[in-house]
């Protein structure tokens, strides 16, 4: 069956620090895969997304991920964080039905 | 474009109310995705349309439920009656080609709450 785990529901790291966020999947034949963002009260805006190729993809705001098959995973980077950063992310696998994880939500120490 | 139009951005009903969500996809998009988001469930699909008709309803949580996009620029999803389970943020998304090749794109949302 289709899915998608994201294992941390809260994660707080420092302004200019390094994050990653994790997100693991499961499903039957190569995934279509994407991370979006939600700001508070807002909809879900995209991120980045992977369909094939370069396991390394790039998104807007300065974000990366990479997609790892023998891990089943798809984790969400950035080198440095900015306060605006704080949001919740989300985690998801397509290629039929576009299945969300529950999401992690990213908190700034200034 | 101005994106997906979601009305309304809040509705506030009593139990047993008939409740209709309103969606204006981008247009072009042939695809139309409901979705419904809960602290305890996150984001859930509920159906999805493809050139106006329904492909998967699996996600329908009751026949309470109901959707209906009778044109390629309006879709409507329908709760009659409502209960306070109901209570959620529900979320229009259109694509233009869903086989993952292309990203949904979501509506501000209406917060529902049932009283």
């Known amino acids: 069956a289709q899915s998608v785990t994201q294992p941390d529901i809260h994660i707080t790291v420092s302004e200019g620090a390094s994050l990653e966020l994790r997100c693991n999947y499961s499903y039957g034949a190569t995934p279509y895969l994407f991370w979006y963002v939600q700001s508070p009260g807002q909809g879900l805006q995209l991120l980045l997304k992977y369909f094939s190729g370069d396991t390394l993809v790039q998104g807007i705001k300065g974000f990366e991920a990479e997609f790892k098959r023998s891990q089943s995973s798809f984790n969400l980077r950035k080198p440095s964080v900015h306060w605006s950063d704080a949001a919740e992310y989300f985690c998801?696998?397509?290629?039929?039905?576009?299945?969300f994880g529950k999401g992690t939500r990213l908190h700034i120490l200034p | 474009d101005a994106g997906v139009i979601q009305s309304p951005r809040h509705e506030v009903t009593e139990m047993g109310q008939e409740v209709t969500l309103r969606c204006k996809p981008i247009?072009?998009?042939?695809?139309l995705f409901w979705y419904r988001q809960t602290m305890m469930r996150g984001l859930e699909l509920l159906i999805y349309?493809?050139?106006?008709?329904?492909?998967?309803d699996s996600g329908m949580p009751e026949d309470r439920f109901s959707a209906k996009m009778p044109n390629a620029s309006f879709s409507t999803l329908k709760i009659q009656p409502s209960e306070p389970r109901d209570s959620a943020v529900y979320f229009c998304?259109?694509?233009?080609?869903?086989?993952?090749?292309?990203?949904?794109?979501f509506g501000q949302g209406t917060r529902l709450t049932v009283v």
């Open positions: 349309f493809n050139n106006n008709v329904p492909i998967d």
């Open positions: 998801a696998v397509g290629g039929g039905k576009i299945i």
């Open positions: 998304a259109s694509s233009l080609s869903y086989r993952g090749n292309t990203e949904a794109f």
């Open positions: 247009s072009g998009h042939d695809y």
